[in-house]
């Protein structure tokens, strides 16, 4: 079984930044691409970023591109989000992701964080 471990949430002003941090342990980690969520107080789970784990092919939802960074070290079995000019619409539990598909949909990742809060004030 793969643990996935999320951290690095925290109480950021508006035009701030923060990095998200997973780490995979476990039994060998094998999963071809790791992805970051977000569920905003009262809506659903939403897709932010994923990666490829050997390739390095990345994918953003259309509000965060130019403004958060998914990136990994293979040899820590570590990804992170690198969030820049936060805005007051990405206060939201970001949740890393572990999975063999190249999908924005929560449902076809196996592995999941316990997840991270991240709140941006103005």
């Known amino acids: 079984q793969v643990q996935l471990a999320d951290s690095g949430g925290g109480l950021v002003q508006a035009g701030g930044s923060l990095t998200l941090s997973c780490t995979a342990s476990g039994r060998t980690f094998n999963s071809k691409f790791m992805g970051w969520f977000r569920q905003p107080p009262g809506k659903e789970r939403e897709f932010v970023a994923s990666?490829?784990?050997?390739?390095?092919?990345?994918d953003y939802t259309g509000s965060v591109k130019g403004r958060f960074t998914i990136s990994k070290v293979n040899a820590k079995n570590t990804m992170y989000l690198h969030m820049n000019d936060l805005k007051t619409d990405d206060t939201a539990t970001y949740y890393c992701?572990?999975?063999?598909?190249?999908?924005?949909?929560?449902?076809?990742?196996?592995?999941w964080g316990q997840g991270t809060q991240v709140t941006v004030f103005s």
């Open positions: 992701a572990a999975g063999d598909l190249r999908t924005t949909r929560p449902r076809s990742y196996d592995y």
């Open positions: 990666i490829h784990w050997i390739g390095g092919i990345t």
